[in-house]
Structures are given as C-alpha cells and as structure tokens.
C-alpha cells in the first residue's frame, strides 16, 4: 500500500488513526471531513495530481460529545499539542512529532466545530468542560453535522493493520465547506494586503474533484435537501450562491486556483472543466427545485 500514496498523506491517515484512537469514546460525536474525507469519495477523480494531503480534519457534533474523556487530555495523552505560529499557540490545532522521508516533521490534526455550535467565543469554541483551545469554531461545516455516513477508514502503511469505522461527511456537505473555504479565504486576500497565503488553491481543486466524481443530479438532490435543514439550510444556501462567482467560467478565480494546483495537467483544460461542471450543477440544481423547497 505504501507504493500508492505519498509519504505525506500516509503519515497523515496515520496521525488521524491516532487521533480517532484517542478519542474512541466521544466517536458518536467525530465526523470525518477535508481531504481525508474527499479523497475517500472520489479517489483520484481521473486526475493526473494525486490525492495529497499533510493533515487531518475532524469535526466534532457538541450535542453528541461526552464530558470524558477531556478532549485535550485525551490528545496529549496521545502524544499530540496545540500548535504554534510565530509564538502563538493555535486553536484547535493538534501536532504531532512524525517522520516524513527520514525527516522529522510536524503532522496536524484539526479538531473543529461547526460556527453554529460553537459558542460565544470568537475562534475557540467553548464547550465546558472541555478545554477552551481544544476545539476551533469554524464557518462552513454545518452540513457535516447533518449529510455523513459510516465508513471504513484504514492505515495506508505496510505493518499497520488498523480499520476503523467512523462517520465521514457526505460529498455535498464537503463540496459546501469547501465553497465556503475558498470564497472566505478568496475575499480575505483581497481585502487583507499580506492576506494572499491564505488563499490555497489546493481548495479549489478539492471542488473540481467533487464535481468530477459525483453525478451533478446526484449533489443537487443532497443539496437540495440540506437547502432545507434547520442546522445546514444556511451555509447551503450561502455556498450555493457562491458557487457560479467562484466556478462559472473559465477565468473565475476558483477556476483558476483549480488550474494552477492541478499541474502537469493543462491549466485551460482544467479551468474549462470548472466552468462546465459549475453549469452542470446549476443546471441540476435547478431542475431538482433549489429555492423552491419552501
């Protein structure tokens, strides 16, 4: 198995085995979601870049988590910390002490909230008593609460034989955080001078691997239904209506990250990709009666 997969992302589905080892007794409350939860739905999505991540995302449901284990106790028990950057401890953000190539390396594994769910706090989501920088409020998720499954999730190292079956965000779910991602981080650039490293466009390929993968009527009818859920029906509503300014032609920015992370693929193809499928699902949104569920 190790021949398939960068060492990077085998050592990240590593760190995250750890962390769902760490946690096994708040599961009921863990969903899988980012690249690690991408990937699973669509493989390679007829890609030439391959499937590359150096972190795990996991989103915690508040109204499912136990008082024990201590979230933070349990992550530092495990051998994982709270991250820094410039001095700064980081919310949310647990390191772990990994070997990359013979190197040794820093691996995160991000334990989030949806915004929603959070708690008056402005980052750290405040869910006593557990440990106020252990979890990160963050915009977008909502719908990970609502549209996931049980999957397998395995080791994809040679002597590590771990499988677990976990909860994993559903692909629409996952293409509405990632819209939502990138439109933030996009205006942020703009907005914010020094702001631009904010804007990645592996996000923007992580879309196009979405559209490839799934069927468009297969999305719209997931997102047609999350439009219309108390808990997801905003940020559904939000990422869909970002989605065309993003994605709809061939120079929209989204379109243009997409390309520039997707290299040795051609950058034009790429791009007119987005822009088809961006119609695609529009078109399928529409026949399937978004805005209409009301």
């Given at each position: 198995m190790s021949?398939?997969?960068?060492?990077?992302?085998?050592?990240?589905?590593?760190?995250?085995?750890?962390?769902?080892?760490?946690?096994?007794?708040?599961?009921?409350?863990l969903v899988l979601v980012g690249a690690q939860a991408i990937y699973l739905h669509t493989g390679s999505a007829?890609?030439?870049?391959?499937?590359?991540?150096?972190?795990?995302?996991?989103?915690?449901?508040?109204?499912?988590?136990?008082?024990?284990?201590?979230?933070?106790?349990?992550?530092?028990?495990?051998?994982?910390?709270?991250?820094?950057?410039?001095?700064?401890?980081?919310?949310?953000?647990?390191a772990s002490a990994r070997e990359i190539g013979g190197v040794p390396a820093t691996v995160t594994v991000d334990?989030?909230?949806?915004?929603?769910?959070?708690?008056?706090?402005?980052?750290?989501?405040?869910?006593?008593?557990?440990?106020?920088?252990?979890?990160?409020?963050?915009?977008?998720l909502e719908a990970a609460l609502v549209d996931h499954s049980e999957m397998e999730i395995a080791a994809l190292e040679d002597g590590d034989d771990r499988r677990v079956t976990v909860k994993v965000a559903g692909p629409a779910a996952l293409l509405i955080s990632k819209i939502i991602k990138v439109s933030e981080r996009v205006r942020d650039g703009v907005l914010q001078r020094g702001r631009a490293d904010r804007v990645k466009p592996k996000d923007a390929l992580d879309v196009l691997r979405i559209m490839r993968a799934i069927p468009g009527d297969r999305l719209a009818a997931a997102i047609v239904?999350?439009?219309?859920?108390?808990?997801?029906?905003?940020?559904?509503?939000?990422?869909?209506?970002?989605?065309p300014a993003l994605f709809a032609t061939v120079e929209s920015t989204g379109s243009l990250l997409a390309a520039e992370a997707a290299a040795p693929e051609p950058p034009d193809v790429i791009a007119a990709s987005c822009a088809a499928l961006c119609a695609e699902l529009m078109g399928a949104l529409r026949n399937a009666g978004f805005g209409n569920e009301g």
């Open positions: 021949g398939v997969h960068s060492e990077e992302y085998i050592v990240a589905r590593r760190a995250l085995l750890d962390a769902f080892d760490a946690l096994e007794r708040q599961r009921q409350a007829d890609l030439a870049v391959a499937e590359y991540t150096t972190d795990g995302d996991v989103v915690i449901d508040p109204r499912l988590l136990g008082d024990e284990p201590e979230i933070a106790a349990a992550m530092r028990t495990a051998n994982f910390w709270l991250d820094e950057r410039h001095g700064r401890q980081l919310v949310g953000v647990w334990l989030l909230v949806p915004e929603a769910f959070g708690g008056s706090g402005r980052r750290a989501a405040r869910i006593p008593p557990h440990e106020r920088s252990a979890m990160l409020k963050v915009h977008g239904r999350l439009s219309g859920d108390e808990v997801a029906g905003g940020v559904t509503r939000e990422a869909v209506a970002s989605l």
